[in-house]
């Protein structure tokens, strides 16, 4: 058997969920409740996080701390630290606004004016362009207007020193001129202003000098044992806010910049050092023959320099004193490879963590709409699917699996601000979304010691007030199983996408790379995305017709249509695709390379084709690993490949739509299902590697071979509802627990069962007294919230009934219907269980009698109809309590 099933089902799973501990500076008492909570959670680490703590670095701050990480050692647990005193990470605990001002970000901005020539004796106002106390002239160029658009053409007419007491003195030639002005700036959003300069290594420094070191002069005994690392919340450029939009051609969007960064353009371009200055207005606007080659070079230069002087720099410490380093940055709506809230390039940005690293929040990623832009609380109003379902956790596990110091390990931050709507049932989706993905490791948002706490909730405890808490910890020790599960092997995938980020840069037409993320995903297709890095610093080999990578392999590479690209990059693919690898571009080819050479002989080289017709392709070419009958374009699947085995995770995304499938898998071995939820395997049955797999909507399976011989014997039953146990026991009997899978055509009714009308009372979430509600007919059982009296509840409802069943008793299952949003079960006193989505069924062997029975249901509502908080505002509120219709049912003979 699988080593790391065995060491679930033992109970021996390593620790994988690390949520946030936010302080504000709380009594010690009511750290430690929280963090009794947190254990009691089935979860063995969490990250503290100032929010805001006002003394962070100051000794009240290091009295909560040395408390925390004290406590935490009593308990075997292991505390992580957000590396600012507010996020996001780069203020470095605010010293650059009180001792180093001179090391906050600088950029670059233009103004500019247009003027017809020609004009003789030409004397133009270049008063009042900038503020001389904190701004600088870097020079004054013209560029000649092309007639189209904005667009200029032809090179800079430097005037710089035509310029005498505020007036240009020009002989303007013939044509429309745009004359601009460049200036060093100091010009920032106001939530920047005191930000580190990302280009300036000692700016960058700086965080070392006010968080990591001062933390290890406190706490050195701890790290590398009881504290584990510092993480990094979201740091950026910083140049721009307001919009994710923050990418080259922007007219008067300040860029980042230092004095450094123009020797190195210059290098970059091949013109001479006093040069470069003049063709920055390229950034800005479109300049026939010098725009591309420019911008591609300014975001290699200012990502690369980003990379360095923060994420290896802090990484590097980190190692170099026994801790590692993990955080992510803002990927939103494209934010990952553009400047402002972005770093520019997603995985440069990260290469120096030990984790790769994503969040998923603000309502990005809905259950079910996962093919329509829809509403969500972030920049701009919506979410594109297209990224947030196809594309985000691809990006973390890509840069897990690709980069050897990531060590497979793919960090989601969860849960947070989706609102109290986003319950236990969501939650469960939103992790097998993010495990199917790749995702192994996770930090929820957030575990907050002040209660009521209107940030960016849910709070998982929240003082003892949210009623879901008591099975929050089955969630979690699913996710903890799951992760173990998919962590520690060789993901499989047929596919590389590359990472078009330059296309974007260089100003031309381009698609998404999402696009064909998506494409790949529907056509149940596997893929990692690599980047440019990869392919041409010697990670990347072609060994017999394949792309290697870090071990891994992938039969083709897809690039997204891309107008531009630079000529180097070009030239790798090229000779990519000459020793035998199938490279192919997705709606349509280059049509030149950045620096303007011509790309025919290179493009003869790849194939090409319509977005929509790429799934196909691939499949013609032999370049897929599984077959699925009928075609599923809901059905996920992720696949690794352990010590002469394979596991597979599929997840059904639809919420309304069944799986009912066949899938053939090359593995051989016996093949187990594993559930998670209740730490159970099962045999089941794969003839001729065919693997018949039902799965209702937003449910999930793993299927585990060994390796040892091809398909297996037995019964593939993977459970409709994730049944949820905690060893409660009645009367010195404890349910039997595996939640079948029975498909609609296998299911019957029991026959003559007589249902009495349902007691029902209520306990108000934080309290411990139920109360009557009333008695009500089993087909008329109500949503309680939609009662106007009650449409503010929040917290437990009881239904007690008793039935007759006469004639056979054994295996019967209890289908209760629709339920908001969890439930528990006791039959005749014995503790059947919880489940925490849809379906909601539980075995009932051996509790069943003859005649009379009793039934029990505790379900607990969304804590969304008592907060009404903003956040929950982008999702429906599920109804309230047991709704039905509930049936026994057994499988048909």
């Known amino acids: ?174 044509g429309v001129w745009r004359v601009f002005w460049i200036i060093d700036t100091d010009a920032s959003p106001d939530c920047y202003r005191d930000y580190l300069d990302m280009l300036h290594p000692d700016s960058c420094r700086l965080m070392l000098e006010t968080v990591y070191e001062p933390h290890y002069a406190h706490f050195a005994p701890y790290f590398g044992n009881t504290f584990q690392g510092f993480f990094s919340d979201e740091p950026c450029f910083g140049n721009d806010a307001g919009t994710y939009d923050s990418k080259l051609g922007r007219p008067g969007m300040v860029l980042p910049f230092r004095d450094t960064l123009l020797p190195r353009l210059a290098e970059a371009v091949g013109a001479a050092p006093e040069k470069a200055a003049g063709l920055l207005p390229a950034l800005w606007y479109d300049c026939e023959g010098i725009s591309p080659r420019v911008r591609t070079s300014y975001m290699d230069i200012i990502t690369k320099a980003y990379s360095q002087n923060f994420g290896w720099m802090l990484g590097d410490w980190c190692r170099a004193h026994g801790v590692k380093y993990i955080g992510h940055v803002i990927e939103d709506m494209n934010a990952h490879m553009r400047t402002g809230y972005g770093a520019g390039h997603f995985f440069r940005a990260l290469d120096g963590q030990d984790m790769a690293g994503i969040d998923i929040v603000l309502n990005q990623w809905i259950p079910g709409l996962t093919d329509t832009v829809h509403t969500a609380s972030i920049a701009g109003g919506v979410a594109d699917p297209a990224f947030f379902n196809y594309t985000l956790a691809k990006l973390a596990a890509s840069h897990s699996h690709l980069q050897p110091l990531k060590r497979g390990r793919a960090m989601c931050e969860i849960f947070g601000a989706f609102g109290w709507a986003e319950g236990l049932p969501m939650m469960k989706r939103m992790a097998d979304h993010m495990l199917v993905n790749g995702i192994n490791h996770f930090v929820p948002h957030a575990f907050s010691p002040r209660c009521p706490d209107g940030d960016c909730p849910p709070h998982f405890y929240a003082g003892g007030t949210n009623p879901q808490f008591p099975l929050f910890g089955e969630l979690t020790a699913y996710m903890q199983r799951m992760s173990h599960m998919l962590a520690g092997g060789l ?116 194939h090409t084709l319509p977005l929509d017709g790429l799934v196909s392709w691939m499949r013609e070419r032999g370049h897929f690993e599984l077959q699925c009958e009928p075609f599923c374009p809901d059905l996920r699947f992720y696949h690794i490949q352990r010590d002469g085995g394979d596991v597979y995770m599929f997840y059904n995304q639809s919420l309304a739509r069944p799986a009912d499938v066949r899938i053939h898998l090359p593995s051989e071995g016996p093949c187990l299902f594993y559930d998670a939820f209740q730490n159970r395997v099962s045999a089941a049955q794969a003839p001729d590697g065919w693997l018949p797999l039902y799965l209702p909507g937003g449910c999930s399976a793993l299927v585990v071979f060994d390796g040892s011989r091809k398909g297996g014997e037995g019964t593939v039953s993977p459970p409709l509802a994730p049944a949820v146990f905690d060893g409660k026991q009645t009367d010195g009997k404890r349910a039997e627990s595996l939640t079948p899978a029975l498909r609609p055509d296998r299911e019957m009714e029991a026959s003559g069962t007589e249902w009495e009308d349902f007691q029902i009372s209520l ?79 539980f075995r009932l062997p051996d509790v069943l009698r003859p005649g009379g029975n009793r039934l029990a249901v505790e379900a607990v509502n969304s804590p969304a109809y008592r907060e009404r908080d903003y956040f929950s505002g982008f999702l429906p509120f599920p109804p309230s309590g047991l709704l039905g219709p509930v049936r026994l049912l057994r499988e048909k003979d």
């Open 1 to 174: 058997m699988d080593q790391r099933l065995t060491e679930c089902l033992e109970n021996r799973q390593g620790s994988y969920i690390l949520p946030f501990f936010w302080q504000h500076g709380e009594e010690h008492a009511r750290l430690l409740e929280e963090m009794e909570a947190i254990a009691g959670s089935n979860v063995r680490e969490f990250c503290v996080e100032s929010r805001i703590h006002e003394q962070f670095g100051q000794e009240a701050w290091w009295k909560d701390m040395g408390f925390i990480l004290e406590e935490a050692r009593k308990r075997h647990m292991k505390v992580w630290l957000l590396d600012d005193k507010r996020f996001p990470s780069g203020y470095a605990n605010d010293i650059l606004r009180r001792q180093y001002p001179h090391l906050r970000k600088r950029g670059i901005r233009e103004v500019h004016m247009d003027f017809l020539g020609p004009l003789s004796h030409g004397v133009l106002p270049s008063y009042g362009r900038f503020n001389p106390e904190t701004e600088r002239l870097l020079g004054i160029y013209a560029f000649k207007r092309s007639g189209k658009g904005e667009s200029l053409c032809g090179g800079p007419v430097e005037l710089t020193g035509f310029q005498r007491d505020g007036l240009l003195y020009w002989e303007i030639p013939d």
């Open 491 to 606: 993901h499989k995938a047929s596919a590389a996408v590359f990472y078009n980020a330059e296309a974007e840069w260089a100003g031309g037409e381009y698609m998404l790379f999402q696009e064909v993320c998506r494409a790949l995903t529907r056509g149940f297709i596997d893929f990692d995305v690599v980047h440019e890095d990869l392919l041409q610093d010697g990670a990347a080999q072609v060994r017999e017709g394949k792309l290697w990578i870090n071990g891994e392999a992938f039969g083709a590479l897809a690039v997204a249509y891309s107008e531009r690209l630079p000529a180097a990059l070009l030239k790798t693919l090229a000779g990519l695709a000459r020793q035998g690898l199938d490279v192919v571009f997705v709606g349509g080819l280059c049509k030149a390379s950045c620096e303007g050479s011509d790309v025919g002989e290179l493009n003869a080289l790849f």
């Open 763 to 841: 306990c108000p979430a934080g309290e411990e007294e139920f109360s009557p509600y009333g008695r009500f007919a089993p087909d008329r059982l109500p949503d309680l919230t939609a009662d106007p009296a009650y449409s503010r509840f929040c917290g437990t409802i009881r239904y007690e009934t008793a039935f007759r069943l006469e004639g056979r008793i054994d295996g019967f299952l209890l289908d209760l219907g629709q339920v908001g949003e969890t439930a528990q079960v006791w039959v005749n006193g014995v503790y059947c269980g919880a489940a925490i989505q849809a379906p909601y069924r």
